[in-house]
């Protein structure tokens, strides 16, 4: 079993799926910073080739061209190849955590579909049991 705080609550299990959404859902907040709100995991957000961490920059981070890249709609927890949150250097801080749906970086909430959504849930959830703790 492994511990993950969320808030003043500890949690306790094997694994965990981190699949809390963007901002409507309260997945990613954007006050001073963006952050992922339930367990603190980094935030990525790219444009022009750099990161940003400054919701204040948030005009530099959508474009007024609907169909355009929307970069500030692709912020989001960086994830490893097993879909595990990490750092942007990709060094990764929870080893039983698995990152599903539109609070991963670089994924549009209007371009992943419920049915896109549902599948990276499974999908984490058989991770989160094969692979956690």
């Known amino acids: 079993m492994h511990d993950v705080t969320v808030g003043t609550t500890v949690l306790q299990a ?21 952050i992922e ?51 942007p250097a990709g060094d990764v801080r929870l080893t039983n955590v698995f990152v599903a749906g539109s609070v991963r970086a670089g994924i549009e909430t209007a371009a992943l579909g419920l049915g896109a959504a549902a599948h990276e849930g499974w999908n984490a959830g058989v991770r989160a049991t094969s692979e956690g703790g």
């Open 14 to 34: 094997r694994a965990f799926v981190l699949a809390t959404g963007k901002y409507i859902a309260g997945g990613i907040e954007a006050d001073d910073q963006f």
């Open 37 to 87: 709100s339930a367990l603190g995991c980094d935030v990525d957000i790219y444009r022009f080739g750099r990161s940003f961490d400054d919701p204040a920059e948030s005009i530099s981070l959508t474009d007024p061209v609907r169909t355009e890249a929307q970069p500030m709609l692709g912020a989001g927890v960086h994830v490893d190849v097993r879909a595990r949150p990490a750092s």
